[in-house]
């Protein structure tokens, strides 16, 4: 069925409310298809579609909804249901519900719940937003170390239903403690006969529940792994990270990596959402970074102002203020963001040779970049506006020098922003640029007053 | 193992060159963790550590090294080993390892391989470098519609070692057209005597071998897939994309988009990478934005050199330029970077309503951080340089419009970049700058001839 056909079901479907066929429906179509389709109807004819859906079918497919519109279905739910979902949702989309919920509701919600849900859901939440834990699923499978292949496969084929993955299963001793590994294609190889003790791999990856998600993410990349489990302080296994979650982590980390870039990182609080965040935390964030970026703007336009002297002299030197800082700033930029892909890609690393290896590699490149900038500046200025030879070196020099240091401090600060335990990021692009503008005008009119600087004092005399 | 015993042990391996040993350390160690502690060998002593290995783990371990590495060692590696780590490589990366022969020796290769390696090699091969075909691989399961589950567990056994992942089966006729999927879960699960064709889901999600890699990564992470059948022009299927490699896709991708951010796209060549890239290619690139944004600066320059009336009767105005602009600039870096995450994240599409939406929420924001850098700005200027009320009104007003400007422009930017079809952030940060420097330009003087015009008339006179 594709997009047209779809959205045109989905409308039939919200009048006629015929559940064989919703339910049909749901069994054959992607969730993240169905739920984008589903956009179009409001809250209260989605939540009549939903009803009239079974609750684990109910409850699997409104997992997949975005947060808001979990929330906005949630408030007209009957109370009955409400308990339903949180029977069937998947163990890591409930405890992120919970989380949402008042404290009101939750109060009111845990006792309907059967204990062992109950400690789920509240040891799952427990774990503080941004965390491996807050991303965990505790749907995993679990054997003895004890048992036979074949009784493992026929314990596999009893719980699976409930799992997210059965591909990697977990072997644990009493206590929930992490003895090995083993996968349902090993499994499905092996002898029937053979003990899961001894076919099973020790001393598997692991990620703990207190470790930030990046750190999951990276791991699952690195090692191919379909699922990495997580051990809490007390060494017990409380859940899983399946890769479908970590390409997901992944994409909004990358994405808000480049929103940090522009320069709206924030320093601890939730990440900026240019549709979710309120406009107080909007305000907050990107005022912090513009008071900075300002606060060099005033450092940089105070001493311009303070050379009234030689700019009264040279009126046309004010002309190249803005060419010359802004080479430095934008090649600054572009080194900063090659040595932070390269980071990404694990190909620098946080030691002093790589910092040297990337020194040598940027400073001809800004060299031969700045000269072929300077030398573009110098002719048009010179046949545009007849500027004088004395001003043009000036000028040249200028943007030569700014470049380079443009250049070389760019490809710096990732390594500086790493020392300091920061993603390179939050020294962003408009921040590289402040910086290089201030240091662009010392470096600019240092050099002016040492060529021109005799031309002043004649004429002040 | 932790990492320091992995690093003795490669270096007294280097030395004795125990074969057992050697092998045994290659079974238990990951091999993304085995091939960083080779990092500390050079390139000979890591050939002759590899060729104490059987043909197969050598091509498994192969495999995992960089490009770099790989080409290295492959100068030095005699032939007939070169013959074996074709044979025995993972199609994917054999293919790839193939392209970056030089003719010659893929003239020497080819005859040495069987057919059926040969044909594969070449088909794979044949795919332009970052569409679908060029990361797929031919590893995959296939099993006949007819089959039973048990003899399709059968036949799994028998020909799993070969695949890059036993998970999703693949259920192909006469000519490789794909009928369906079916999963190793539902096949555990399942009735061993029910036939194939009955139980596989038809319809699956595919990717067409000259799609952009980019969109199978896509699929995958929104369809939640291990792995994504690839089918060519002829309907046939020639392999599949797995999680694993759209991981790495997705991370590679990413990073780039950050350094195209800065000021580094590549208008249809290869990425840059500040370690790789030969330096004309890194020139050329570089330059041509650094020219580009060299021309607005340019343009910014002659303009602001051309109002050399207003500025020698108030050579205060100067110092606020640098201020005034950059705000507008900053501001909308901050807005084109907040959309370009939303973007990524599918928060928002290319409609008109959403466009719409970004403006109502960007203009107040923008309104209020503009009032409030304005008085900040205008506050400093009266109490540190004693400006007078009327500049005062020119500068604040100027910052205010042009930061609502900048971030109403920087958070439109994105939808543009996205209907001419280029990615966002091509449209990097010191491009947005530099264009909003010259709007800056024009907004600040024009404001200033309106409120200060009667003075200059009046002094001339």
Tied chains: 1, 2.
Excluded at 165 to 181: A, Q, R
Excluded at 268 to 279: E, R
Excluded at 437 to 452: H, K, T
Aim: charge should be negative; charged fraction near 20%.
């Amino acid at each position: 069925m594709n997009r047209e056909e779809l959205l045109f079901s989905v409308r039939s479907l919200a009048r006629s409310l015929d559940a064989v066929a919703i339910a049909h429906i749901v069994k054959h179509t992607p969730p993240s298809d169905l739920v984008e389709a589903l956009d179009i109807l409001n809250t209260e004819e989605t939540l009549s579609l939903l009803m009239t859906l079974k609750p684990q079918a109910r409850a699997e497919l409104f997992a997949h909804f975005s947060e808001a519109r979990q929330d906005a279905l949630l408030r007209s739910m009957p109370r009955e249901a409400v308990v339903q979902l949180f029977e069937h949702m998947p163990s890591d989309d409930r405890a992120d519900l919970y989380n949402r919920l008042s404290d009101e509701a939750k109060e009111k919600l845990l006792p309907a719940l059967a204990k062992v849900e109950r400690d789920d859901i509240l040891r799952l939440a427990s774990y503080p937003e941004g965390t491996v834990g807050s991303v965990s699923t505790s749907d995993y499978v679990q054997v003895s170390p004890r048992m036979t292949v074949t009784e493992a496969l026929v314990h596999i084929r009893a719980t699976a239903p409930d799992k997210e993955t059965i591909y990697v299963i977990y072997v644990l001793e009493d206590g929930h403690k992490l003895l090995g590994t083993v996968s349902l294609r090993e499994l499905v190889l092996a002898d029937g006969k053979a003990r899961i003790g001894e076919i099973m791999r020790r001393d598997p990856i692991f990620a703990r529940a207190q470790w930030p998600r990046a750190e999951a993410v990276e791991l699952i990349r690195r090692y191919d792994l379909l699922a990495l489990p997580v051990i809490n302080g007390g060494e017990r296994m409380i859940g899983i990270v399946t890769v479908d979650d970590a390409m997901d982590i992944e994409k909004e980390q990358d994405a808000t990596q480049l929103a940090r870039f522009g320069g709206t990182a924030t320093l601890g609080g939730p990440d900026l959402d240019v549709l979710a965040s309120p406009f107080s935390q909007m305000f907050k964030v990107r005022v912090f970074w513009l008071v900075i970026l300002t606060f060099f703007g005033i450092l940089t336009s105070t001493f311009v102002a303070a050379q009234e002297e030689i700019l009264t002299q040279m009126i046309v030197l004010a002309a190249f203020i803005a060419p010359i800082v802004d080479m430095g700033g934008n090649t600054g930029s572009q080194s900063a963001t090659l040595v932070i892909r390269a980071m990404a890609l694990g190909e620098l690393k946080l030691k002093w040779q790589d910092v040297w290896f990337i020194i040598k590699r940027e400073l001809p490149i800004a060299a031969a970049l700045g000269a072929a900038i300077a030398v573009l500046e110098v002719i048009l200025a010179y046949f545009a506006k007849g500027v004088g030879f004395d001003v043009l070196i000036v000028v040249g020099l200028s943007m030569l020098v700014c470049t380079v240091l443009g250049g070389v401090i760019g490809a710096l600060l990732p390594f500086l922003a790493r020392r300091i335990g920061t993603d390179p990021a939050t020294l962003s692009s408009p921040l590289i640029t402040s910086v290089m503008d201030l240091l662009g005008v010392f470096i600019y009119f240092g050099i002016a007053y040492a060529f021109l600087g005799e031309l002043l004092i004649g004429n002040a005399v």
